[in-house]
């Protein structure tokens, strides 16, 4: 196997990985709207972003489902075009998103939760290091 196949190969896992994550947990917060939506408010509800939690929900659920479509388009234009710019814009997006959910959970003083989100952050940045090759 050459090596431009291994590049392409990492690039468009890390692509569909994070279509799978933003589609699942974008879509996950539409089915369950008004369970997460409560979860949110009850996690802001003594922090400074109280009052607007209910838009911060709205504009994460709507990051999510964008990043996970793009990625979900860019992975398929990888495969079929042989063009990687979507592809490229979903890792931006996804590091836009995580940063927001990170941002999130530090300002609601969930250290735990907020460490969880560093993994998936260091595959965008490894994913957008390979995009720069």
């Known amino acids: 196997m050459e090596n431009f196949e291994i590049?392409?190969?990492a690039k468009l896992s890390i692509v569909v990985f994070m279509?799978?994550?933003?589609?699942?947990?974008?879509?996950?917060?539409i089915f369950d709207f008004n369970g997460n939506k409560a979860y949110i408010k009850s996690v802001?509800?003594?922090?400074?972003?109280?009052?607007?939690?209910?838009?911060?929900f709205l504009s994460i659920t709507v990051l999510e489902v964008a990043t996970g479509i793009v990625a979900l388009i860019g992975g398929l234009?990888?495969?079929?075009n042989q063009k990687e710019d979507l592809?490229?814009?979903a890792l931006f997006l996804s590091s836009a998103s995580l940063l927001s959910l990170f941002a999130g959970q530090r300002i609601a003083k969930d250290y735990g939760g907020a460490s969880g989100i560093v993994p998936y952050f260091i595959v965008v940045v490894l994913g957008l290091y390979l995009f720069s090759l």
Request: hydrophobic letters at 55%.
């Open 7 to 9: 590049l392409f190969y």
């Open 19 to 29: 279509a799978v994550l933003f589609l699942q947990s974008g879509l996950d917060k």
């Open 44 to 56: 802001f509800e003594k922090t400074v972003l109280g009052s607007f939690s209910g838009l911060l």
């Open 77 to 80: 234009q990888m495969c079929f």
């Open 87 to 89: 592809a490229l814009m």
